[in-house]
Nanobody, 119 residues
Framework: VQLQAYGGGLVQPGGSLRLFCVVSGSILSIGRMGWYRQVPGKQRELVATITKIFITTYADSVKGRFTISRDDDKKMVYLQMNDLIPEDTAVYYC??????????????WGQGTLVTVSS
């Protein structure tokens, strides 16, 4: 099982980015999916999660600006980020609970994608 995140980059304050994460491997089902972020020297923090029945949660700092969504047919999770601020600068990681042919694998991580918000 692999999670591959992409879509990061440099964006000016007030701009938008969309992050993508694709899950690959012998996948039977995907449960909760989420995005986290980490700034050097700080702990990784939750950004947003979405359950299999599309219930979403968001960190207070991103509510109203970020939207998480998923497409189970494509085995993908997305993070639409609008009205970006410099404090959103971080490495963003996708995360998922996965049932594969190897069994239940909770808390699977992808590699990070860097988002830099700067003028």
């Amino acid at each position: 099982v692999q999670l591959q995140a992409y879509g990061g980059g440099l964006v000016q304050p007030g701009g938008s980015l969309r992050l993508f994460c694709v899950v690959s491997g012998s996948i039977l089902s995907i449960g909760r999916m989420g995005w986290y972020r980490q700034v050097p020297g700080k702990q990784r923090e939750l950004v947003a999660t979405i359950t299999k029945i599309f219930i979403t949660t968001y960190a207070d700092s991103v509510k109203g600006r970020f939207t998480i969504s998923r497409d189970d047919d494509k085995k993908m999770v997305y993070l639409q980020m609008n009205d970006l601020i410099p404090e959103d600068t971080a490495v963003y990681y996708c995360n998922a609970d996965i049932w594969s042919k190897a069994g239940y694998q909770p808390n699977c991580w992808g590699q990070g994608t860097l988002v830099t918000v700067s003028s």
